[in-house]
């Protein structure tokens, strides 16, 4: 059949618009044409990968044989529009408006604090309207799933969770202390606390009302029902699209052009071709074809259509589980076992099942299963249909099938079990949801009289390059009776069966052995449980829980095994009963079946209200909400890349370097110069003024010249007409390589080489020697920290607009310094800063990422527009993003420490060594603040540390929030740990012990009072009760030989501002208007931490006026110059001084004019002041503390002052696979007087999900060639709604006051990101636990992060034990360890 030229229109509607595109691209995905076509920039990019759900929007369509409307979540990055043709989208801004109304999705989220920098918003929205759509009333369940494939970086999920949670029926109660003293019931509960202020009324939200809902449009069903089908053909520049209608033309189709991929879900193709640039000329969309689409039941069991998707594939085998007794369900439950945790529900909305099988992705979760247990497959081609089994002769190799090119799948057969059949699903993943499995699993067995093995298909993913059966392993087990001895030998089998070289793709290669050997025995006690409840009950007794219904213990854990309990007696194994079953598997044992906990409770949020006395007017320290919110939560707010093309705008697209050290001989850009759209390529040569940004005295090339340092390193930029036009070219230019001997990439090497960036850095006080020879014990240890990506939600993105005149240049800037910024572009362009005014409305996002590494990326855009005369925007992809703009910094730790027999520490020695990566950035900084930080909040009195940035051949690493105190003190906590590990004593009383007290100093210096550090500390202790709870837990864990359970109580204190005193100083000018309204603006940027809601508090109190009368437009060097980075922690410290400044100013100048008319309105005032010629506009201006660091000396005052605070956190541990939920968090921190309690605890929870992200989650891979694996989602774990602790509570110490910060509040952004590690500690104290189980004691190396991987490793189980470990150095690593 050959490609037509012809090309229909697509049509499809867009909240409720009529969209008729004549020349529909196959190549355009649903996003772009929504942002770049429509103007809909609701919608955002983040990931472009459907991992992070900033795109979600709502596919509605209508089927014409049910008659009903189907609505679905779906990722638009992967949605093809020629896949839209007769479907109805919803956008958020199809949703409601601030300009008409908001839709209660959208006010709930604003109102709940639910929206910080607001890019996560739309998607977040769209997601839980979907549900709302299909469910009125979900369950928290429902909730937690429609989530699950939403990603947000700043707000810790509890207020989106909460926000959400407001449309379940479900209690309220926030099962505070275990259930005791409930929020909701404080009267009737004898001594709980008198209710707490609550951070958003619920009284008067809007009510979830349908008929604000758009309806499907009636023309949409009309075409449905009565047009004729015909085959569709669409014709991009590149690729075209047929959609045929039925089976026959499609296999015709198929069999003419072999090579066209099949399109369904486009979740496997779309990455393909979006990050492998695979193209293909034609492809296929079956979507109309019904065959595909049918499910048919058989007595056997069901045909199940491979154009399903996944969501409708779990609905065909839920209805069935519903329908039939148990044991005809095993497989199906098994499928649905893993359906649930197979990506987020948006892919699960669009996948097919079909699309899995055939993507034959060697982790595949549903193949093991569809193949253990028995599936068949009805294949249609040009030679007809055929039944083709489904088993380890259909997997061929890497993405390979039997299946032929011209084969289509159409339907899949899952047959119904037969008693005495058993089916279990295994997986393990870096992250509990949404992640692809590390290992997953498929097995069957089916037992016979005696409970001897008759039939047994144990499949594995993720140890091969395909779907794999261990056959000889269920060989082995073949006729032998259920039970502990051939287990043994299947393990034994099991390890020489699946075997991974130690250099194996993917890594991880002692874990997932491990895992083959754990999952197995997970298995064998399903199975054998099952066996053990049948022979207790009565013949043919149904007395289950249903499939998936927990019985959930006061603190929300789950108490059933995978599939809930099996009772119905099978025939032939019930015959046997009492001799052949196996006896019931021992309480300890069956805990490694225990399913983790995951019922996410409300948790509290305690604040100090504002005194009665305050007026109403004046909104300092009262919860508002953040001024954009409502704005984010409609799509509405708009962030650089949403900004409007200006006439002429141009596309820059950046070319890295491939090699990690190598000369280059040349670079040839002639075949993208060749390709359309593509205009010019921008060079170093191109720079006219400044080449290289300076700083500590060494300098960094923007475009590399003759040499590059790392893989990622920016070489050139090409510029085009459109996005896709400049990526293109970018890929097409080639450069010509020499490498360079022996590139650096580990800490190790450089400390070989001594290949440092200067200067380090050393404190030392009292005498180390002494204070180590006088202990009772000397310990040495170490820990190495990973780096942490960013993961800002929104991409970094620069727009720079030439004026046209006098070299002058307007740069719209994703950046969190304007002022670096703009002194970049001004030096790289070689004119005065006066030139260039850099404009930063907000960021989605930012976290330490958006300082230096923006300036490169908008001085280097700013070439292009100065080169052009254009307009010149950047927007990095996910991808390039991660690769270029570097992280937080990995770091080695490693400590010499001497301590009494009861516990005191008398000498420590630390030393740091931090990756810089291979430009100096801050890194110099950086390493400084880790020596500042060493002591956290330990007085040690014998104490050294030394830190050095370690120059080396990967991207640059850059600030990110804590600024090294993350890492510092982490290493600090981790000898704390080790000391009471050696002694044998609770870590808490370790540091209790060696807590600062009283008047203190600091190991330079610095005086300070700890006494709100010890009342954090305190206060956590008793709200935990923290006696009991280490009872309880240490009662868990005797009673439970696969779980564990672990808690730490970790303190933190943190210096708040810069070292360098000049950075302390803010600026900000405040207009008034006739009408009385109110213009700021300031040198901070908003970024989510709510900056600018601050400064309206500020306004408010000081000129007396509502916030609502307040305005923050942005933050512009031309308003305010010469601004210092929204960093340290000190953005609110100084700008509101700056603000407040200006507001008094003004006031006092009102002084006259309000004594003359002391009864009359703030409007008539400024009016007045008009008339009277009084000046309406003030600047106001913070000198800021005069902190220092007399490095030479060793001591300083480098800080304004301390914040403090204490965290609990409490996990469960699986110790066979890595797994852990944390179970609670409890933290109290020290903010002085809140300005604003709930941007405080928001940044609270924010920033310890982060933390607990760095410690537990987020992992880095580097190639041992050093590139950068991890670059995008899939790769990079950040924490999911999954991750939040299943009670979070959140206290801000009441009664606290500053001195040094405006109205006695204190800075916040950053000091909790440590508290994080509460969970590194408690997954330690779960994996010494476990250890104990294998007779092992003492202190014991945990790096950090803390994933799965090396929990369960450090657990030391016997399946880890038994797997061989390769020696290190006889073979090279899948990646390194930097
Ligand atoms: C963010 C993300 C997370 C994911 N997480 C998981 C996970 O946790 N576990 C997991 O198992 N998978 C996961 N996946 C993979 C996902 O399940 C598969 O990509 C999906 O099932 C493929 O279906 P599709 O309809 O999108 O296929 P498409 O991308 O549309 O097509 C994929 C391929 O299959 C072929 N094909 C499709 N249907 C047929 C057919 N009927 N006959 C012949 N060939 C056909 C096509 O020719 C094409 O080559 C994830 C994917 C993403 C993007
Ligand atoms: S941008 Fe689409 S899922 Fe991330
Ligand atoms: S508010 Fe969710 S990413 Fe910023």
């Not at 954090?1016 to 009673?1039: H, I, M, Y």
Request: overall charge neutral.
């Amino acid at each position: 059949m050959a490609v037509e030229k012809r090309s229909d229109s697509l049509c499809f509607f867009v909240n409720g618009r009529k969209v008729t595109e004549e020349n529909a691209d196959p190549e355009t995905m649903l996003v772009s044409f929504l942002r770049e076509k429509l103007r809909l920039t609701g919608t955002k990019v983040s990931c472009g990968g459907g991992g992070c759900g900033a795109c979600t929007v709502m596919v509605s369509r209508y089927d014409p044989l049910s008659r009903t409307v189907q609505h679905f979540s779906a990722n638009a990055c992967l949605l093809p529009v020629c896949q839209l043709a007769g479907a109805a989208v919803t956008t958020v801004e199809g949703v409601g408006s601030t300009k008409t109304r908001l839709h209660p999705v959208q006010e709930r989220l604003a109102k709940a604090h639910g929206s910080q920098c607001g890019f996560c918003s739309p998607g977040m929205v769209m997601s839980m309207y979907a549900l709302l759509r299909n469910q009125a009333a979900p369950s928290m369940e429902h909730i937690r799933e429609a989530l699950g494939g939403n990603l947000c970086r700043c707000t810790g999920y509890r207020p989106i969770i909460d926000s959400c949670r407001t449309f379940t029926q479900e209690s309220q109660c926030c099962q505070g202390n275990g259930g005791v003293g409930c929020c909701m019931n404080a009267e009737e509960t004898p001594g709980a606390e008198p209710s707490t202020p609550r951070l958003f009324p619920t009284e008067d939200l809007l009510p979830l009302d349908p008929t604000q809902d758009l309806i499907f449009p009636p023309e949409l069903m009309r075409v449905a029902l009565t047009e004729p089908q015909q085959t569709r053909w669409f014709r991009g520049e590149r690729v075209a699209w047929v959609s045929p209608v039925s089976l026959e033309e499609l296999v015709l189709l198929k069999s003419t052009h072999p090579q066209a991929p099949l399109v369904l879900g486009n979740t496997t193709l779309g990455p393909e071709m979006k990050f492998r640039g695979a193209l293909h000329p034609l492809v296929i969309s079956p979507s109309r074809v019904a065959p595909l689409f049918e499910v048919t039941h058989t007595p056997q069991g069901v045909w199940v259509g491979a154009g399903l998707s996944l969501t409708q594939v779990q609905m065909v085998l839920g209805a069935r589980v519903e329908a039939l007794p148990q044991e005809k369900t095993e497989l199906y439950r098994a499928l649905l076992h893993q359906l649930r945790a197979l990506a987020g529900q948006q892919i699960r909305n669009v996948a097919s099942l079909g699309g899995n099988i055939v993507s034959a992705l060697p982790n595949s979760d549903l193949n093991p299963v569809l193949a253990a247990g028995g599936c068949r497959l009805r294949v249609a081609s040009d030679g007809g249909s055929r039944e083709v089994p489904l088993d380890q002769d259909f997997f061929r190799g890497f993405r390979t099938t039997l299946l032929g090119a011209a084969d289509v799948l159409v339907a899949v057969f899952v047959p119904e079990t037969r008693p005495g059949e058993f089916v279990r699903a295994f997986r393990q993943a870096p992250r509990k949801e949404n992640a692809l499995a590390t290992v997953t699993t498929g097995m069957r067995v089916v037992l016979g009289p005696g409970a001897v093995v008759r039939d047994v298909q144990l499949y594995y993913g993720g140890v091969g390059p395909c779907t794999l059966r261990a056959a000889r392993t269920g060989q082995a087990l073949l006729g032998r009776p259920w039970g502990e001895a051939m287990l043994q030998e299947a393990y034994s089998v099991l390890l020489e069966e699946v075997v991974l070289p130690p250099g194996a793709v993917g890594g991880k290669v002692g874990f997932r052995r491990s895992l083959t050997l754990s999952l197995l025995f997970k298995f064998y006690l399903e199975v054998q449980q099952a066996l053990a409840l049948m022979s207790t009950t009565p013949e043919g007794a149904q007395s289950t829980t249903p499939e998936g219904a927990h019985s959930t213990t006061p603190e929300g854990v789950q108490s059933t095994t995978q599939q809930g309990v099996q009772s119905t007696t099978p025939e032939g194994v019930q015959s046997t009963t009492p001799e052949g079953v196996p006896e019931g598997v021992p309480e300890r044992e069956l805990s490694a079946i225990r399913p983790l906990p995951c019922c996410i409770q409300p948790g509290q949020q305690g604040f100090q209200e504002v005194s009665g006395s305050q007026s109403e007017q004046d909104a300092v320290g009262r919860p508002v909400m953040h001024r954009s919110a409502p704005a984010q939560a409609a799509g509405e707010a708009v962030y650089v890349d949403d900004t409007p093309p200006p006439q002429g705008e141009l596309f820059l697209a950046l070319v890295t370097s491939t090699r990690p050290h190598a000369s280059i001989l040349g670079v040839d850009v002639s075949a993208a110069l060749r390709l359309p759209g593509v205009l010019d390529v921008v060079t170093h040569a191109d720079i006219p003024g400044h080449k290289a940004r300076s700083f500590m005295g060494y300098e960094e090339e923007l475009l590399a010249d003759k040499e590059v340092s790392c893989v990622g390193q920016l070489v050139c930029g090409v510029l085009a007409d459109s996005r896709d036009g400049a990526r293109r070219g970018a890929a097409a230019v080639r450069v010509r390589y020499q490498d360079l001997p022996d590139p650096v990439f580990t800490v190790e090497d450089a400390v070989q080489r001594e290949s440092f960036f200067l200067p380090r850095r050393r404190i030392e006080r009292g005498d180390v020697c002494k204070g180590l020879e006088t202990a009772d014990h000397v310990h040495s240890g170490e820990l190495r920290l990973g780096g942490q990506e960013h993961f800002y939600m929104e991409p970094q993105s620069v727009l720079v607009v030439p004026v046209g005149e006098e070299t002058e240049f307007h740069v719209y800037v994703s950046s969190q310094a304007p002022t670096i910024t703009q002194e970049a572009v001004a030096e790289t362009l070689g004119v005065p800063s006066n030139r260039v005014t850099c404009h930063v409305k907000r960021l989605g996002g930012a976290f330490g990422g958006k300082i230096t590494k923006t300036s490169i990326l908008a001085a280097i855009t700013a070439v292009a527009a100065w080169k052009t005369g254009r307009a010149v925007r950047c927007v990095l992809e996910r991808g390039e993003d991660m690769l270029i703009t570097g992280a937080r910094h990995p770091v080695l730790g490693r400590y010499q420490v001497g301590f009494m027999e009861d516990g005191r520490i008398t000498a420590a020695d630390l030393q740091y060594y931090a990756n810089a990566g291979n430009t100096v950035d801050e890194s110099p900084l950086v390493v400084e603040k880790m020596v500042l930080h060493m002591d956290n909040a330990y007085h040690i009195p014998n104490l050294r540390g030394r830190a050095v940035a370690c120059r080396t051949n990967l991207p640059s690493n850059t600030a990110f929030r804590g600024f090294g105190v993350p890492q510092a003190a982490a290493v600090v906590e981790s000898m704390i740990t080790d000391v009471a590990l050696c002694l044998g004593r609770p870590a808490h009383q370790i540091r209790e012990v060696n807590m600062y007290r009283g008047p203190s100093v600091t190991h330079y210096g610095m005086r300070f009072d700890p006494e709100n550090l010890w009342r954090c500390w305190e206060e956590v202790k008793a709200r935990v009760g923290l006696g009991p709870r280490l009872e309880a837990l240490r009662s868990f864990n005797q009673d439970h030989r696969w779980r564990k359970r672990g808690a730490a109580l970790i303190p933190i204190k943190y210096g708040v501002a810069f070292s360098e005193a000049f950075l302390n100083q803010a600026a900000a000018l405040v207009h008034v208007y006739k009408d009385g309204s109110v213009l700021v603006s300031h040198g901070g940027a908003e970024m989510g931490q709510g900056i600018h809601t601050k400064m309206q508090q500020v306004v408010s109190r000081e000129l007396g006026v509502p916030s609502s009368q307040v305005y923050v437009s942005e933050t512009s060097t031309a308003s305010v110059p010469n601004s210092c980075p929204s960093a340290a922690s000190f953005g609110t410290d100084a700008n509101g001084m700056a603000v407040r400044d200006a507001c008094q100013k003004l006031y006092k100048r009102l002084e006259p004019i309000r004594t003359k008319n002391p009864k009359g309105s703030w409007d008539s005032w400024t009016r007045a002041a008009f008339l009277e010629k009084i000046s309406l506009s003030a600047t106001g201006f913070f000198r800021g503390p005069d902190c220092y660091m007399d490095w030479e000396n060793m001591e300083g005052q480098p800080y304004s002052y301390f914040t403090y605070g204490a965290c609990y956190s409490e996990v469960e541990l699986d110790c066979l696979t890595g797994d852990y939920r944390t179970l609670r968090t409890d933290i109290v921190v020290d903010v002085g007087q809140s300005l604003n309690p709930s941007i405080d605890i928001g940044q609270v929870e924010g920033a310890f999900l982060q933390g607990l992200g760095l410690y537990t989650l987020e992992q880095l891979s580097f190639s041992p060639g050093g590139l950068l694996y991890s670059r995008g989602p899939s790769q990079y774990k950040i924490p999911a709604v999954c991750d939040v602790p299943l009670s979070f509570n959140v206290h801000l110490l009441p009664d606290s006051h500053n001195p040094h910060a405006i109205y006695s509040s204190k800075g916040i952004g950053e000091p909790v990101l440590f508290l994080g590690s509460s969970v590194f500690y408690a997954i330690k104290d779960a994996v010494g636990a476990a250890r104990a189980e294998s007779g092992l004691g003492g202190a014991f190396p945990l790096d950090s992060p803390a994933t799965p991987e090396r929990a369960c490793l450090a657990c030391a189980t016997p399946f880890s034990q038994r797997v061989p470990v390769s020696e290190p150095g006889s073979f090279t690593p899948w990646a390194l360890n930097i």
